[in-house]
Nanobody, 124 residues
């Protein structure tokens, strides 16, 4: 099982930017489709973005489309979520996740490994 660790969370003002990184260990990241999910306070977990093993195909949730960008560096075993034009509604704990069988799943149940999460807080 691949181990995942997120970093880069923190505080930002509305309209600002943050970059989240997910570092993998224990397995070569290129074997996994990768995704980012988030859980806002008091709400259910929701899909944010996913990227295929080779990094060519990308998927985004409607709430973040055109504002967030996912990319990966398989040589460094990292996946990054660049978040621009942040809104207070983006406040959540963000998780990266790895899926072995498929690419681009938007259902969290398809992912086998999860990081511990990183808090993102956006103030108005």
């Amino acid at each position: 099982q691949v181990q995942l660790a997120e970093s880069g969370g923190g505080w930002a003002q509305a309209g600002g930017s943050l970059r989240l990184s997910c570092a993998a260990s224990g397995h070569t990241l290129s074997n996994f489709g990768m995704g980012w999910f988030r859980q806002p306070p008091g709400k259910e977990r929701e899909f944010v973005a996913a990227i295929s093993r080779g990094g060519v195909r990308k998927w985004y949730g409607d709430a973040v489309k055109d504002r967030f960008t996912i990319y990966r560096d398989n040589a460094r075993n990292t996946v990054t979520l660049q978040m621009n034009s942040l809104k207070p509604d983006d406040t959540a704990v963000y998780y990266c996740a790895a899926e072995w069988l498929t690419d681009g799943a938007t259902n969290g149940g398809s992912y086998e490994s999860w990081g511990q999460g990183t808090q993102v807080t956006v103030s108005s």
